[in-house]
């Protein structure tokens, strides 16, 4: 059975940066994304990777935040600048056991969910 936990949310300050990551008892090499809610919203896309490294992002975090991995350890990281209040979201990781991602972040695609890290951004 797959398992995904993300930690590292926090608050944090307009303008500010933080990382948050996820380790994935995936094997190496899937299609792993992160996704995050926001109050009173549904869960929406907000970046992936593909099994060769490739990466997606969404509109609204292009620029700002990256999307990386470390194989040898299954860590999934997301490098979080130049924070917005509307980045106030609990943040997912998913997987699926594939190297190919959507050409479209889809949540639908992904088998596998962590539980979700927290991170708040005041103005």
């Known amino acids: 059975q797959v398992q995904l936990a993300e930690s590292g949310g926090d608050s944090v300050q307009t303008g500010g940066s933080l990382t948050i990551t996820c380790v994935a008892s995936?094997?190496?090499?899937?299609?792993l994304a992160w996704f995050r809610q926001r109050p009173g919203k549904e869960r929406e896309p907000v970046a992936e990777i593909y099994g060769d490294g490739y990466k997606i992002y969404d509109d609204a975090v292009k620029g700002r935040f990256t999307i990386a991995r470390y194989d040898p350890t299954n860590i999934l990281y997301f490098h979080m600048n130049n924070l917005k209040p509307d980045g106030t979201a609990l943040y997912f990781c998913?997987?699926?056991?594939?190297?190919?991602?959507?050409?479209?972040?889809?949540?639908?695609?992904?088998?596998?969910w962590g539980r979700g890290t927290q991170v708040t951004v005041s103005s």
């Open positions: 998913a997987a699926r056991d594939v190297g190919t991602c959507p050409a479209k972040i889809s949540a639908w695609f992904f088998d596998y």
């Open positions: 995936t094997r190496n090499n899937v299609c």
